[in-house]
């Protein structure tokens, strides 16, 4: 079945550092790939996606490329600041699900100041 | 303003007790989703609609129900609680389409069995 593998957290940099955070995926297939943010006490929201090979996904200074050959969509992100601080989480979509996400297991991000 | 609300939003219930965690929205999406959140394990699915009268299994249903009566609410039910169900349960809803990928989620129903 379709999985999803996150970079094991968390992930504590300082303020202005080069963020990424790793993502593999297993899936059969050509799936929509996304990643979602949780901001403590909240509940998940879309920061970007990318819905074919090549394609890359980008908001809020963040970036991510949907790379079909090695089956990755890492988060990159080239100055954090404090209030990056959250929970990512990366997801897969079945082009035929309907919105039903598989997600990864999510990366606890702290950014110090 | 549309929005998903979930209800209770904290709970304490015994082993054995019935539990009800109500959703609701208000955006007309046809699709509606219950995931739980674990450390360790991410979201994972219980149980999904994709429109009235629609329910389907999810990867972790064991335990939970839900009913789709119209299309604001989906209630999810744990029949007889256990242990193994405290966590944190988020309700989501999309518009449909497939692959279009963007649910959106309420603000959680942290539930502790006793």
């Known amino acids: 079945g379709n999985s999803v593998t996150q970079m094991e957290g968390p992930v504590t940099l300082s303020e202005e550092a080069f963020l990424t955070i790793n993502c593999t995926y297993t899936?059969?297939?050509?799936?929509?790939l996304f990643w979602y943010v949780q901001y403590p006490g909240e509940g998940l929201q879309l920061l970007l996606k990318?819905?074919?090979?090549?394609d890359k996904g980008s908001n809020k200074g963040f970036e991510a490329t949907y790379r079909k050959e090695t089956t990755s969509f890492h988060l990159e992100k080239g100055s954090v600041q404090v209030s990056d601080s959250a929970v990512y989480f990366c997801a897969l979509s079945d082009r035929g699900g309907a919105q039903k996400l598989v997600f990864g297991q999510g990366t606890r991000l702290t950014i110090n100041p | 303003d549309a929005e998903i609300t979930q209800s209770p939003r904290h709970k304490i219930t015994e082993t054995g007790r019935q539990v009800t965690l109500a959703c609701h929205q208000t955006?007309?999406?046809?699709?509606m989703f219950w995931y739980r959140q674990d450390l360790g394990h991410g979201l994972r699915l219980i149980h999904y609609s994709y429109g009235v009268h629609d329910t389907n299994k999810g990867e972790v249903s064991d335990g939970y129900s839900v009913s789709r009566s119209n299309t604001e609410d989906l209630p999810l039910t744990l029949e007889s609680a256990a242990s193994s169900q405290t966590s944190v349960y988020f309700c989501a809803s999309a518009s449909g389409g497939a692959g279009s990928g963007e649910l959106f989620f309420g603000e959680g129903s942290r539930l502790t069995v006793l």
């Open positions: 955006w007309n999406h046809n699709n």
């Open positions: 899936a059969t297939g050509y799936p929509s």
């Open positions: 990318a819905t074919k090979a090549d």
